[in-house]
């Protein structure tokens, strides 16, 4: 099947934004969730995401984010508060490597749909970026 310029279309699950300082979790991330369907777009750190997220005239491609919380630059508390405020119809999978049980209380309070501490098994993220998928499309 083809699109309206004649390009190969693929089919997708959605769109998911991929931010974590970390490269070889963006490249696992991004790995299991390609073999799920979805697109999926990276970012290294808060400010590359918010800029990505603002870039373009649809910026709302994204249809679920997953954020890291400790990097450099805008840290994930900070991107999550902007995300939740300037494009709260988008799901959050916080992605972390360092648990806080009282953080994950106050951010799933705040609206994030899930909070998983690395490592992840590919089936569980599969399953968390197939329920909040659900969630941006209700």
Do not use: W
């Amino acid at each position: 099947m083809v699109d309206f310029f004649g390009l190969p279309q693929t089919s997708s699950r959605g769109r998911v934004l991929v931010v974590d300082d970390e490269a070889d979790v963006r490249k696992a991330v991004h790995l299991s969730l390609s073999k799920a369907g979805y697109q999926v777009i990276e970012a290294d750190n808060g400010q590359a995401a918010v800029a990505v997220m603002n870039d373009g005239d649809n910026p709302l491609a994204v249809d679920v984010i997953i954020c890291d919380i400790r990097m450099p630059h805008v840290n994930g508390v900070e991107a999550i508060s902007y995300f939740l405020r300037e494009y709260p119809s988008r799901p959050i999978i916080v992605l972390t490597g360092f648990p806080d049980f009282e953080l994950a209380v106050s951010l799933l309070k705040r609206g994030v749909a899930d909070y998983i501490v690395k490592p992840v098994e590919r089936e569980k993220l599969a399953a968390a970026v197939d329920s909040a998928m659900r969630l941006s499309r209700v």
